[in-house]
């Protein structure tokens, strides 16, 4: 009785065995084809294309080309609607939209060189000069939105001051017990544009000169006259900040 | 005829005295009538300087009101700004040169 059990035991676990077996040679299989393509995703730094295989290397260079007219595209069309809602003076936006037309035609000269390649080195030099002559990612777009950032700044802060006469009015015919506050918050707020003047002037003067050209040529400099533009750019928008808050304030107690 | 001397000099002086009389009450009236006029004159203008300094107080508080709400959504607007700028900053390893 004991020996008949044991063997259905047995004949158990073979039964379950080539099913727990072949689920598993599954599993490992499934796992094997996930992890490569999960390392691959992660660690990919550029597609390949056989040594001599032009058309690759064009069909390669032209995705990179179009990713780059694409986001510039993007940048345009943001640049249109802050003009077209008068936050972006003509000129303002006329400027940006400028360099980003240069950047765009030169892609597009670029790209055509690229499809009449015949040889894979020249087609690979062209492909190189996508990312190391325009720089679209690592200085055109950050230029121009930082352009952008400053030019609102600016606006703002001219707007604000516009207003200096009138708040000084509305100070004027407040009620006495309300005056000293105001007045308080009246010369933070005047501080703090003239503040926020100084910081957007050295922005605006500073900005030109963040190109390619100058990322080639000096990586250093071009960091430090960055740093700076990048400072100015945040301390302005601080400042403003705190103006608004001292506007706020000023509002709120003259209702 | 002594007599009827003294009474034609008598009306003359009750004639003098009632013309007098007379032109005393009119300046009085005058003088009563002007400070009365200038006193109404005095309030109207009062009034009015009154009214127009509360309209003008009215609209300055209003006028900061609007500026501040146009700033505020200035505001909201740079703030995009520097998050447009953020978000290129970190995609600038796009232009780390891939070359098939």
Same mark, same amino acid.
């Given at each position: 009785?004991?020996?008949?059990?044991?063997?259905?035991?047995?004949?158990?676990?073979?039964?379950?065995?080539?099913?727990?077996?072949?689920?598993?040679?599954?599993?490992?299989?499934?796992?094997?084809?996930?992890?490569?393509?999960?390392?691959?995703?992660?660690?990919?730094?550029?597609?390949?294309?056989?040594?001599?295989?032009?058309?690759?290397?064009?069909?390669?260079?032209?995705?990179?080309?179009?990713?780059?007219?694409?986001?510039?595209?993007?940048?345009?069309?943001?640049?249109?609607?802050?003009?077209?809602?008068?936050?972006?003076?003509?000129?303002?936006?006329?400027?940006?939209?400028?360099?980003?037309?240069?950047?765009? @035609?030169?892609? /597009?000269? $670029? !790209? +055509?060189?690229?499809?009449? *390649?015949?040889? #894979?080195?020249?087609?690979?030099?062209?492909?190189?000069?996508?990312?190391?002559?325009?720089?679209?990612?690592?200085?055109?777009?950050?230029?121009?939105?930082?352009?952008?950032?400053?030019?609102?700044?600016?606006?703002?802060?001219?707007?604000?001051?516009?207003?200096?006469?009138?708040?000084?009015?509305?100070?004027?015919?407040?009620?006495?017990?309300?005056?000293?506050?105001?007045?308080?918050?009246?010369?933070?707020?005047?501080?703090?544009?003239?503040?926020?003047?100084?910081?957007?002037?050295?922005?605006?003067?500073?900005?030109?000169?963040?190109?390619?050209?100058?990322?080639?040529?000096?990586?250093? @400099?071009?960091? /430090?006259? $960055? !740093? +700076?533009?990048?400072?100015? *750019?945040?301390? #302005?928008?601080?400042?403003?900040?705190?103006?608004?808050?001292?506007?706020?304030?000023?509002?709120?107690?003259?209702? | 005829?002594?007599?009827?001397?003294?009474?034609?000099?008598?009306?003359?002086?009750?004639?003098?005295?009632?013309?007098?009389?007379?032109?005393?009450?009119?300046?009085?009236?005058?003088?009563?009538?002007?400070?009365?006029?200038?006193?109404?004159?005095?309030?109207?203008?009062?009034?009015?300087?009154?009214?127009?300094?509360?309209?003008?107080?009215?609209?300055?508080?209003?006028?900061?009101?609007?500026?501040?709400?146009?700033?505020?959504?200035?505001?909201?607007?740079?703030?995009?700004?520097?998050?447009?700028?953020?978000?290129?900053?970190?995609?600038?390893?796009?232009?780390?040169?891939?070359?098939?």
């Amino acid at each position: 009785m004991k020996q008949r059990s044991k063997i259905s035991i047995t004949g158990n676990i073979r039964r379950w065995l080539f099913p727990l077996g072949l689920l598993s040679t599954l599993g490992l299989m499934a796992l094997s084809m996930l992890v490569p393509s999960t390392a691959f995703a992660s660690s990919t730094t550029s597609p390949t294309c056989a040594a001599t295989d032009v058309q690759c290397v064009i069909d390669i260079g032209n995705q990179y080309i179009a990713q780059r007219e694409s986001s510039l595209a993007k940048l345009s069309s943001n640049v249109v609607a802050l003009a077209n809602k008068n936050e972006l003076h003509s000129d303002q936006a006329a400027a940006i939209q400028s360099d980003i037309t240069t950047n765009e @035609s030169a892609l /597009s000269s $670029l !790209k +055509t060189k690229l499809d009449a *390649e015949t040889n #894979a080195t020249a087609a690979r030099e062209d492909v190189r000069n996508i990312f190391l002559e325009f720089r679209i990612y690592l200085v055109v777009i950050p230029r121009d939105l930082r352009q952008v950032h400053v030019d609102l700044e600016e606006n703002l802060k001219d707007a604000m001051k516009d207003m200096e006469s009138t708040l000084q009015a509305a100070i004027k015919a407040a009620p006495i017990s309300k005056q000293a506050q105001l007045n308080s918050l009246f010369n933070d707020y005047v501080n703090q544009l003239a503040a926020a003047e100084t910081q957007i002037d050295t922005a605006l003067t500073n900005l030109p000169a963040l190109t390619p050209a100058y990322y080639d040529s000096n990586p250093t @400099s071009y960091a /430090s006259t $960055l !740093k +700076t533009v990048s400072s100015s *750019e945040l301390a #302005a928008h601080t400042d403003l900040h705190n103006a608004a808050r001292d506007l706020h304030e000023m509002a709120k107690l003259l209702k | 005829m002594k007599s009827i001397q003294s009474t034609s000099r008598f009306r003359q002086w009750h004639l003098i005295v009632f013309v007098i009389v007379v032109l005393t009450v009119m300046l009085v009236l005058a003088a009563c009538g002007t400070a009365t006029g200038s006193s109404t004159t005095h309030v109207v203008t009062s009034q009015q300087t009154q009214t127009s300094f509360n309209t003008g107080t009215q609209a300055s508080n209003s006028q900061v009101s609007s500026l501040d709400r146009r700033v505020q959504s200035a505001l909201k607007l740079l703030d995009n700004a520097q998050q447009n700028v953020n978000n290129a900053n970190a995609n600038a390893n796009q232009d780390n040169p891939q070359v098939p």
